[in-house]
């Protein structure tokens, strides 16, 4: 007689303990394959019951090479509130110190205790609840619990604590300060506070992600210096670190293991290997941040991120809807990261043939309050030639523009390490042109809310947005300065010898651009530090004002001595720089900027600045016959040490006093003057070839 193909009525092993519905197909339930396990099977017959019954999940889930999920800690792990792996019989840290490894015998309650747990007084002596002990019905013990003002230094060193109080805290930093920065926001609010009500964000979200945003969080308050804190600041321990490393150690384990995941907890895993990469960026961890942004794009390949959702039939808005949403903003986070930390390079660049043919976010309003949009959703051009239209730029909203300049910035960055073509560089037709021409028409195309005003900035700020309103404007500033500065001598990318053979005029047209973008910086910063608590809560502002910085000191030093109002704003505005800079004493990737752009003024002669920023003007300043190869090598020091910490001992290079500067130019004449630059040349190469020096 043919088998059947169910087993009605009779559920596998695996199935009954995990108190599952088993669907009964044969020869393996779906429960079974979705796990990854093989199914034990079923027998209706004589004597199997008795068999599936001796037979342990233990011996099924080790055939099937898949470790089964432990629930609570042994004993001695909870005592010492160290980390345990929950292996059975003993688990690896008692097994390493020799120590009798229990596990405490877990007993359903009934609904009558259950109900009266939150009004039993917990005993002083008990431990803390474990991270895997959290549960729908589990009772927090505020007592317990660690203050959120308690010192960060003792904070980060002992397991996240779980009780509603401090999540709460700390997630909402991570929603009010981090997530709202980028397209980071892919959480949905509604849901994670729910879970949070109900004690169920282990299980609905994963325990990594939880780290990964107490991480940030706890980082976010350090900087902001919360006047509880009792202790300075420690600058070797980054505020947060531990619990970033717990959670890419949870991530890892899971890496390999794509299909145990259900669809969320996909998408929580990507997640928080964005979020991981966020700390790494901001915390100057630069290898780390490659290296999470080739997982986070791997997982998003592998998860089908970049493909398009058929829209749902009812047309009606529900959880899948959710889920659509986070799925695309994570995506973009991805795309935003791609392009950070590939910067136009191109073997490090995962999205090289243009962007994801993906819708771009809903706005947050719709995203939160699950409202129906029905206008038609956006994209990003599908060429990486093309550029959007000034109707479509209207429609775009903070995060999709956000998104533009950041693929804008990977076209800037590849665009000037490319070598000249046959176009002039000043023709209309020319890609530079088209380039700047389509900045330029995103600045004029930008609806009335995201144009930064002093309404606006108010409006923003009711709205909890104005950090990112900020960080549009000044990827804006930053890109047209990326673009422009190598018409500046000793921006030496390839690009730059195009100029060579441009109009005199165009050239200097260029440079007062770049000139005038990187003024802008400063007034935006102005503006930040008048309406913002931090200023560099986030590396991209931090950078943009090292940029910006380095292009106004090099552009002061190329001046003639009749552009005196010209030479002094800029000076202003790099005094302001470098003073926001010093300022922030918490944070390493400040103090790393202000030493390189010290050094950069010191080899340019600004002393006056470097010294308490007195208003004299400088002594001296380089000879322009000079200029190109100083500059380039001055970038060529700055530029490590925004990389990595490392002192480097420099030859004094020749300088000419500033009385004599201009005479010498009229008396010198053209052959004398190639002959003492090609020489000079020849000399500073010589010393760029013995020093270890990286271009940024």
């Known amino acids: ?88 019989p003993a688990c690896s840290r008692c097994l390493q110190r020799s120590l009798a490894c229990r596990y405490p015998q877990r007993q359903r309650p009934s609904a009558t205790s259950r109900s009266n747990v939150s009004e ?60 709202t920065l980028r397209c980071l926001d892919f959480l949905h609010k509604p849901s994670f506070n729910h879970s949070l009500d109900k004690g169920s964000l282990v299980e609905d979200y994963g325990e990594a992600i939880l780290y990964a945003m107490g991480a940030h969080g ?20 980054v505020p947060g670190k531990i619990w970033a490393e717990e959670s890419q150690a ?42 999470l942004c080739g997982c986070c794009h791997s997982a998003a390949r592998l998860l089908a991120l970049d ?8 047309g009606e808005v529900s959880e899948d809807n959710i889920l659509i949403e986070a799925r695309r903003r994570v995506l973009w986070s991805c795309f935003i990261l791609d392009s950070i930390v590939g910067s136009g390079v191109n073997e490090n660049l995962r999205w090289r043939d243009g962007a994801p043919q993906i819708p771009l976010p809903s706005s947050d309003q719709s995203f939160l309050s699950q409202a129906s949009n029905t206008e038609a959703p956006l994209f990003l051009p599908r060429n990486s030639d093309s550029f959007p239209s000034g109707e479509e730029l209207q429609r775009y909203n903070l995060r999709s523009n956000l998104i533009y300049l950041m693929s804008m910035r990977t076209r800037v960055l590849r665009l000037i390490r490319t070598n000249p073509d046959s176009v002039d560089i000043s023709n209309i037709q020319s890609p530079f042109m088209q380039t700047l021409d389509a900045l330029e028409a995103w600045n004029n195309s930008i609806s009335s809310q995201l144009q930064l005003t002093e309404f606006s900035i108010y409006v923003h700020k009711e709205l909890n947005t104005l950090e990112s309103l900020f960080y549009l404007h000044l990827s804006y500033h930053i890109l047209v300065c990326d673009l422009t500065r190598i018409s500046i001598p000793g ?47 986030e590396s991209t502002t931090y950078a943009a004002t090292y940029e910006a910085t380095k292009i106004m000191i090099v552009y002061a030093a190329s001046l003639s001595g009749n552009e005196h109002d010209t030479r002094m704003g800029l000076k202003e505005d790099v005094m302001f720089n470098m003073k926001v800079l010093s300022d922030q004493t918490r944070g390493s990737l400040p103090k790393r900027a202000c030493r390189a752009l010290t050094r950069l003024l ?36 700055g530029a490590p040490e925004m990389m990595q910490e490392k002192s480097v001992a420099l030859p004094k290079l020749c300088t000419f006093p500033t009385s004599h500067l201009f005479a010498a130019h009229t008396t010198t004449s053209t052959r004398t003057r190639t002959d003492v630059r090609v020489r000079l040349d020849h000399l500073l190469a010589r010393l760029e070839n013995s020093l270890r020096m990286r271009m940024f």
């Open 602 to 637: 010191d080899r340019f002669g600004f002393n006056d600045i470097v010294d308490n920023g007195r208003a004299t003007p400088p002594s001296y300043v380089y000879h322009p016959s000079l200029l190109s190869s100083v500059t380039n090598q001055a970038i060529r020091i």
């Open 218 to 237: 706890l980082r976010i308050r350090e900087l902001e210096g919360s006047s509880n804190l009792n202790t300075r600041p420690d600058t070797s321990n």
């Open 250 to 291: 949870l991530v890892m384990i899971e890496i390999g293991k794509p299909t145990l995941m259900t669809a969320m907890a996909k998408a929580n895993h990507t997640q928080t290997l964005v979020l991981l990469c966020e700390f790494a960026l901001h915390t100057g961890q630069d290898a780390l941040a490659f290296m």
């Open 120 to 179: 039993e007084s917990p005993r002083s002596d008990e431990p803390r609840p474990d991270v895997a002990d959290i549960s729908p019905g589990t009772a927090f013990d505020p007592r317990s619990s660690m203050s959120p003002l308690e010192p960060s230094a003792r904070l980060q060193n002992r397991p996240l604590p779980w009780d509603v109080q401090t999540l709460k805290t700390l997630t909402g930093i991570y929603f009010n300060r981090v997530a």
């Open 491 to 537: 921006f030496a990318f390839p690009l730059a010898a195009a100029f060579r053979a441009a109009p005199q005029a165009f050239i200097s047209h260029c440079q007062d651009v770049c000139r005038h973008h990187a003024a802008q910086v400063s007034r935006i910063l102005r503006m930040m530090e008048q309406h913002l608590n931090f200023l560099f809560a």
């Open 307 to 314: 493909r398009p959702t058929p829209p749902s039939n009812s």
């Open 1 to 88: 007689m043919a088998q059947a193909s169910s087993a009605r009525g009779v559920s596998c092993l695996v199935c009954r303990s995990r108190k599952v519905k088993c669907d009964g197909s044969i020869p393996s339930c779906q429960n079974c394959e979705t796990l990854g396990v093989d199914c034990p099977g079923y027998n209706v017959g004589a004597g199997t019951k008795s068999r599936l019954e001796d037979a342990t999940l233990e011996t099924v889930y080790r055939a099937s090479g898949v470790e089964k999920r432990r629930v609570g800690s042994c004993e001695a792990c909870r005592r010492a509130k160290g980390r345990c792996d929950k292996a059975r």
